[in-house]
């Protein structure tokens, strides 16, 4: 079982910048892909951005340009988010696929974006 645990939330004015980490309790071997979600109040979970183990990756349109999601190889996984808006403010996820195997979720952490 992996446990997956995101740090690096809060308060920021609009126009600043966060870095969400997300740490799993083990390192991950074989091929996988982390993600990162956010869920606005009263708003479906919807995908921000991915990174493959081969470093490829992928991002909303909504973010492009703005956040960099980035990994350490098999342990950590990072989001810099940057310019950010109040539509950004939502509790963000992290969530690792695996490959031909099931998916973990972290418990999420709370973004709050002032304007």
């Known amino acids: 079982q992996v446990q997956l645990v995101e740090s690096g939330g809060g308060l920021v004015q609009a126009g600043g910048s966060l870095r969400l980490s997300c740490a799993p309790n083990?390192?991950?071997?074989?091929?996988?892909?982390m993600a990162w979600y956010r869920q606005a109040p009263g708003k479906e979970r919807e995908f921000v951005a991915h990174?493959?183990?081969?470093?490829?990756t992928n991002y909303a349109e909504f973010v492009t340009g703005r956040f960099t999601i980035s990994r350490d190889n098999n342990r950590m996984m990072y989001l810099q988010m940057n310019s950010l808006k109040p539509d950004d403010t939502a509790v963000y996820y992290c969530?690792?696929?695996?490959?031909?195997?099931?998916?973990?979720w972290g418990q999420g952490i709370q973004v709050t974006v002032s304007s």
């Open positions: 990174i493959t183990t081969e470093g490829a």
């Open positions: 083990r390192p991950i071997f074989g091929r996988n892909t």
């Open positions: 969530k690792l696929e695996v490959a031909r195997g099931p998916n973990f």
